[in-house]
């Protein structure tokens, strides 16, 4: 799936080649990231990880988003977009194109952790759809800071599906 939603940047699914710029944003803008062989192979993990990528009109990448699913459910491992692009729509199109790619999967419930301090993604969430549903304090081992816990329904069961006790 590709998603244009302007002229300069476009939303894919990222490929094993992508993995240079996906570190290299995760350590600009996240403080941190995987290896790019590391990376690459996540990239090419078909079948349990799922990476979008924006990229601006030259093929740089500018954003990702990535997470892991197993079943009926998915984690958002990380979500950065470059300063020069944010408040532009890139997080937003990229969240749409994995979720849009998640409903295929039939994955139910998508979660994330987001730090407690970290307001602007946590309304960014909320306003796509994430309900905050805990709290796990002491969560990141640099600031021993809390995290929040977020989840989204993505789909509803089947009728007749077997559905795990509590849902």
């Known amino acids: 799936m590709t998603n244009r939603f302007d002229s300069t940047v476009t939303i894919r699914r990222a490929v094993s080649s992508d993995a240079r710029g996906i570190r290299v944003i995760g350590q600009h803008c996240l403080g941190m990231s ?13 079948g349990r990880s799922l990476y979008f990528v924006a990229v601006a009109f030259d093929q740089s990448v500018i954003g990702f988003v990535s997470c892991w699913y197993v079943l009926d459910e998915a984690e958002i491992i990380d979500l950065a977009v470059v300063s020069e692009y944010r408040r532009q729509g890139v997080a937003f199109g990229m969240m749409a194109a994995l979720r849009a790619e998640l409903q295929k999967l039939h994955v139910r419930f998508l979660r994330l952790e987001v730090r407690e301090t970290n307001r602007i993604a946590r309304l960014f969430y909320q306003r796509i759809g994430f309900d905050e549903m805990g709290y796990r304090s002491d969560y990141y081992p640099d ?3 809390a995290a929040m816990l977020m989840e989204q329904v993505l789909n509803e069961p089947d009728a007749g599906a077997n559905t795990p006790p509590g849902r």
């Open 34 to 46: 995987w290896s790019e062989k590391t990376l690459a192979a996540d990239l090419d993990n078909i």
């Open 143 to 145: 600031t021993r800071e």
